[in-house]
């Protein structure tokens, strides 16, 4: 009576079965409702081993585990069992297998359930989640890391992060980003319009103040050479308006700038080529029609002459 009291009274799934033959002795609503009709009823299954009561028990893995109880006569915790063999798809339990002795003797075996399918379900979802997640940030690290653009991330406090190799070979360039500090007059800086600009106005330097840039030119003369850079960036905000970093790519563009001053430079000389062939050709036609206007004049006038005394 005190036994099925328990089983009555309890807020989990609870069965008694008689052992060996695993016979249901009694049950509660909770442990019945596991069940596929129509044994999820008590009158349906009190009496029957669980063989009879449970889709799918022969051959089981569930089979497996009862037997090796009952031969130990020790107590089992199954977390997260998985049962797919009912009838309503695949359920997921925390199963508890608790023997009873009278006597010193086997006579019961107490099993305790509770349901944990929607917790195994959103639990594989989060880390489904997070691998995708995971291997979206690989993939991500990865076209990042073998961009020629250098990368940069800036905080509004101006600490910068490179993000792959490309920035991290430039950054020396730019002092390391370091905003408030000291610099050395080696390396100077210029716009598209070739007027030198201080350090403290480069676009990176803007960008975490709210401006944004798209491919603005900036030319840097340091000891090692000149480098042509084209910046672009745009601060990023989060719910309240308020910028919580920046994102800034610098391309190094030193080879195309060149191949532009080159073509450039070619245009520009041959239209000076065209220009002096104009004017040579100009002045070709002046001196010849100089040259022929002498004589032709000195032919007409005698032609005058013979028509006025011959005629």
Known sequence: STLKQLVSNSPFG?????????????ANHSWLNRLDE??????ESIGKS????????KGSVYESIWNT?????????????????????????????????????????????????????????????REQ???????????????????????PDYKTIPLNQAAHLIKHLFYNFK?????????????????????????????????????QLITVKSPDGIHHFSFSGRPVYDENSNITFSIVCIRDVTTQVINDNYILQVEKEKKNYLERMIEL???????????FKTPLTVIGTAIQAIEIFCG
């Not at 052992?19 to 249901?24: A, E, F, K, N, S």
């Not at 129509?38 to 009158?43: A, G, L, Q, S, T």
């Not at 050709?281 to 040259?291: A, I, Y």
């Open 14 to 26: 609870m069965a008694v079965f008689s052992v060996p033959d695993i016979t249901l002795f009694d």
């Open 38 to 43: 129509p044994f999820n009823k008590k009158e």
């Open 50 to 57: 669980i063989g009879e009561i449970i889709t799918g028990w």
């Open 69 to 129: 109880v009952i031969s130990s006569k020790k107590s089992c915790y199954l977390p997260g069992y998985r049962y797919s063999g009912l009838k309503k798809g695949i359920s997921y339990w925390n199963i508890s297998l608790t023997p009873i002795f009278k006597d010193r003797k086997l006579v019961y075996f107490v099993e305790t359930t509770y349901d944990v399918t929607e917790t195994i379900i959103n639990r594989d979802k989060v880390k489904t989640q």
């Open 133 to 155: 997640l995971f291997k979206q940030y690989q993939q991500f690290e990865t076209i990042v890391e073998n961009m020629s653009d250098a990368l940069f991330i800036i905080y």
């Open 179 to 215: 905003y408030n500090e000291d610099h050395y007059e080696n390396i100077k800086y210029y716009n598209s319009n070739e007027t030198e600009i201080n350090y403290s106005d480069l676009p990176i330097f803007k960008i975490p103040k709210g401006e944004q840039f798209k491919a």
């Open 281 to 291: 050709k100009d002045d070709f036609l002046t001196l010849v029609s100089h040259e």
